[in-house]
């Protein structure tokens, strides 16, 4: 089949879905990036009524997107009930097939993906192409894993540990990684076997329609559907009787909802929630080495991630040595919208976090603290905020004690380790946290006492496809990614199987 034949909404003229029962191998047309669909059954629906995001560097509408109602849920729903059982019975072999087929899809649109993503989230250009080249790694590398046949001799039986589909599934996308947090619900899901809805985010949904809409040409209808809409649409899904398991990834106080929601008919949940994620800075460190890599990592994505450093803890001997260190290095941090040459902190993504941002801002003059760098924004068109650090605020201010999911960070001081651990460890969150020292033996003990799901020692952000990924209290429950990830989208199965007749 020849390429003309194909036309934009990945169905071919005749009206056939051209998927090869979901793994094509003739090339496609460009995906448009004018209009944006939900998705359900295989097709491209419109809505009645439509909403517009929001560019957040320049503050104009991005091009509508579909507000879906009930009924589309509803229709949605069956659509993915009904592939469940035909797709759960595909070979894996055939599953793994038509996921790495999708990322070879995603990334013959790379540059098309990254400047949208740009236009939609806000983040620099670099970055969101770097998003993109994550994103295809970890599809690729969730494709490679196999789920595990356990089985255990017992005499006159064999006792045999299966993982088996869930079923329908649910993903609830965020608006800090739209496309890198969408594949990875979204490749875990199916190439176990089960169909998912995924939700992006209403402040960034055209990007996640969009690579729903690619999804269209390797998965069969009904596998892989995307639904965009308001705020009604979140409760609607959860509480819907139909899907087995909810991934969300989000607020620690919208997870709770979603937990909520979902424990009325006993659903799975995965929640990835939010942080108070410190950095222990101990006094024997390379202090401008190590203060370039934390401003980095407290401000990169504008401090809109959920593992981002967001306390930064300097044992009081070198404290204001690496402050000043530490006010150099995010001095040289750019920010401005995302096209720009050298541009580092793009905008705060949208307006509702942008005021909650400005709200911590607030308390700097009425809580009479001391600023170390930043604490003016710019004003003007975007929701920009200028990278802070306030110096020594009090331990119970909100600064210390909330997430503000921007780029404004406490630099606290610690006596001793004893103290460090317990600082780190006072916060209701538990979800990344690091050390940074010369001595290996001292930092691999702090480590081991911190209460979080990730800790790294002399570095920030590593992340591997292969190795889980949650948070400790409440930052969430469960886990995503490699082996257990996949496992999470499964029943597990005990067969204890008789070798002879009785």
Known sequence: MSPSAVISDGHTASGTTGLNNGRSDFKHAPL??????????????????????????????????????????????????????????????ARQ??????????????????????????????????????????????????????????????????????????????????????VGKIAAAVVTGNPIIIKPSPFTPAGGLKLVELGQRYFPPGVLQALSGDDNLGIWLTAHPIPAKISFTGSTATGKKVMESASKTLKRVTLELGGKDPAIICDDIDIDDVASKIATFAFLNSGQICFAIKRILVHEKIIDEFRNALVKHTKLLKVGEGNEEGVF??????????????????????????????????GGKGYFITPTIIDRPAEDSRLVLEEPFGPIVPLLSFANDEEAIDKANNTFYGLGAS??????????????????????VNCHFEMYPNIPFGGHKQSGIGVEQGLAGLKSYCNSQTLYLRKSNL
């Not at 969730?142 to 599934?169: H, M, N, Q, W």
């Not at 976090?353 to 009479?368: C, N, S, T």
């Open 435 to 456: 050390v940074w020292s010369k001595d290996i033996k001292r930092t691999n003990n702090i480590a081991q006492q911190i209460e979080a799901g990730t800790v790294w």
């Open 32 to 93: 448009t990036w004018t209009n944006f669909s939900n998705i359900i059954d295989g097709k491209l629906e419109t809505t009645k009524e439509t909403r517009c995001g929001i560019n957040p560097a320049t503050e104009q509408s991005n091009p509508s997107v579909p507000i879906a109602s009930k009924d589309d849920v509803d229709k949605a729903m069956s659509a993915a009930q009904k592939a469940f059982k035909p797709w759960a019975a595909e070979p894996y072999a």
């Open 97 to 182: 097939k038509a996921v790495l087929a999708f990322a070879d899809g995603l990334e013959a649109e790379k540059e098309a993906f990254s400047k949208f993503l740009t236009q939609e989230q806000g983040k620099p250009i670099q970055f969101a192409r770097m998003e993109i080249d994550i994103a295809v790694a970890w599809i690729r590398a969730t494709a490679s894993f196999e789920l595990p046949v356990e089985k255990t001799d017992a005499g006159d039986k064999e006792i045999v540990v299966r993982y088996t589909p869930l079923g329908v599934a649910v993903g609830i996308v965020p608006w800090n990684f739209p496309i890198l947090l969408a």
């Open 345 to 378: 902190l793009g905008p705060i993504q949208n307006s509702m976090q942008f005021e909650k941002v400005k709200g911590f801002f607030a308390d700097i003059e009425k809580e009479g603290m001391t600023v170390a760098v930043g604490g003016k924004n710019p």
